[in-house]
């Protein structure tokens, strides 16, 4: 992670005003987790909103269930196409009027607000953009509020269609008493391309809600759908649930729970890369392949997606029910001991004074939870820019991996020993993972642990699923 990134979730994690215990403890994990490429969920001309990458490694933080997420909907909540669920009550607040700003004669139109209990939902966008917003990353929204703080986006995104600025952003519920805001779309100022971006680099956009819903907005119902995996042998350690549906003009909306058994791991997911699963299918009791594609997961209630919860989009209504579900692998996020840093997997003596390239053979297969790691070597590198510290360049340690079983996608490894060092950043491929120290590196002998692991977890799971009627 470098340090401009650092800088922004610095402001993130603090800009939204958890209580400072947290605040620490969630910049803290972020700081000593490498980051990985991840393929976006929408097509590649949509920007997911930056900071839910941070957010997402550290969810496991936040003891919420989809179990008691679902136990706490006790109100009327509905679906909104284009929003998702929303809570249906008193104090729910919808946008109470046009809303639009204009920049180089370009105007940013709110379509849509919601906000309620869980969550505020904002849709926008631009006219046609006169050179189709080339050179623009317009991934800097913020809700600015009237005593001068900012909510910070939790989910969503945008893109660029048709040259137009199309977006639907999620943000955390607005302060109790709040009936007005502006939206703030704007430029990332750090991207190079920006001084080549010759469209509106950004818009403020007043708005204002009441309780009063508009006539426009219509809501379907979010009935009761339960249904449950089975698997050929065994679970593997998690089982599928569906919880709830909802009928669309187009299809189905099905929201769903994993349930894990295994203690370290915390977070469970489709394998699927922008809008198709690659190990998730769906047909209908005839046989007949269904359309299915990823949707946008149920929120706590504080405005973050609950890290066992799914959603997905039945493309289809004409099919013989029941729908089987299939799925041939998932994605696991396994947190070890965060508190110390991992477990150990390792150890090597590395010396008084350890030296840039400086290496020792490993050699060791370690099982960490049935999946086999083959550590081959350890060696010191040194980082190629002081990321904007001004202190000198730091020091770390990269590990060589070998073949690792079940697809092993990536893992962050920390390593302790004499010295002051302390984890400051890592980077990593498909077989070396590197960790740079601040205060110095780590000597004498040392002890490297596993932090956390993403995984591909193999399996035969099948839910069978009957969808609601329309009037249901």
């Given at each position: 992670?470098t340090?401009?990134?650092?800088e922004?979730?610095s402001?993130?994690?603090h ?11 969630l ?11 991840v ?27 989809p ?6 909907l006790?109100?009327l909540?509905?679906?909104l ?20 700003a204009?920049?180089m ?10 906000s ?9 966008h631009?006219?046609?953009?006169p050179?189709?917003?080339?050179h623009?990353?317009y ?64 818009w403020?956009?007043?708005?204002r809600?009441?309780t009063t819903?508009p ?20 679970d ?11 009928a669309?003009?187009?299809?189905y ?23 198709r699963?690659?190990?998730l ?21 504080k405005g973050?997606?609950?890290?066992q ?32 840093f991992?477990?150990?997997?390792f150890s090597?003596?590395a010396?008084?004074d350890?030296?840039v ?16 790691i ?7 590198v040194?980082?190629s ?6 202190e ?7 590990i ?31 077989d ?20 956390d ?6 399996g035969?799971?099948k ?10």
């Amino acid at each position: 992670m470098t340090k401009q990134i650092e800088e922004k979730i610095s402001e993130a994690v603090h800009a939204i005003e958890p209580s400072a215990e947290f605040s620490q403890n969630l910049l803290r994990r972020i700081k000593a987790t490498p980051q990985k490429e991840v393929v976006s969920r929408r097509s590649a001309q949509w920007r997911w909103i930056p900071v839910m990458a941070a957010l997402a490694l550290v969810i496991a933080f936040i003891a919420t269930s989809p179990q008691s997420v679902w136990a706490s909907l006790r109100g009327l909540f509905n679906f909104l196409p284009g929003v998702g669920i929303i809570e249906e009550d008193d104090n729910t607040l919808y946008l109470a009027g046009p809303a639009s700003a204009e920049q180089m004669g370009v105007a940013l139109t709110i379509d849509q607000v919601i906000s309620d209990g869980n969550q505020t939902v904002v849709a926008f966008h631009s006219d046609e953009l006169p050179n189709g917003g080339s050179h623009c990353a317009y991934n800097v929204t913020r809700l600015l509020l009237p005593d001068g703080k900012t909510l910070l986006p939790t989910g969503g995104g945008n893109g660029i269609e048709d040259g137009k600025l199309q977006a639907r952003v999620q943000f955390f519920p607005l302060p109790e008493g709040v009936r007005q805001a502006t939206l703030y779309e704007g430029v990332d100022p750090d991207d190079p391309e920006t001084a080549l971006c010759t469209d509106p680099k950004e818009w403020k956009v007043d708005f204002r809600l009441s309780t009063t819903k508009p006539a426009d907005v219509k809501t379907l119902p979010v009935v009761e759908s339960t249904a449950e995996s089975t698997a050929a042998v065994g679970d593997n350690g998690v089982k599928i649930f569906i919880d709830k549906s909802v009928a669309l003009d187009d299809g189905y909306m099905i929201y769903g729970h994993f349930d894990l058994s295994n203690p370290n791991w915390s977070r469970a997911d489709f394998n699927y890369t922008e809008l198709r699963y690659k190990s998730l299918s769906a047909q209908d009791a005839a046989g007949k392949e269904i359309t299915i594609e990823p949707g946008d997961v149920i929120r706590d209630a504080k405005g973050i997606n609950v890290d066992q919860a799914f959603a997905i989009k039945v493309v289809a209504k004409d099919f013989s029910a029941p729908l089987t579900l299939h799925v041939s692998d998932l994605w696991i996020t396994a947190i070890y001991d965060p508190e110390n840093f991992g477990i150990p997997v390792f150890s090597f003596d590395a010396g008084a004074d350890p030296q840039v390239g400086q290496s020792w053979e490993i050699n060791k297969e370690v099982d960490v939870n049935g999946i086999k790691i083959d550590f081959q070597a350890i060696e010191v590198v040194q980082e190629s820019s002081d990321q904007g510290r001004d202190e000198g360049l730091e020091k770390g340690y990269a590990i060589t991996v070998g073949k690792i079983s079940e697809g092993y996608f990536s893992g962050s490894y920390f390593c302790q020993g004499d010295g002051d060092g302390k984890p400051d950043y890592g980077e990593g491929s498909s077989d070396k993972f590197i960790y740079y120290y601040s205060g110095g590196l780590p000597h004498g002998q040392v002890t490297c642990k596993i932090g956390d692991a993403h995984f591909l977890l193999p399996g035969d799971w099948k839910i069978e699923w009957q969808p609601p009627t329309s009037g249901s």
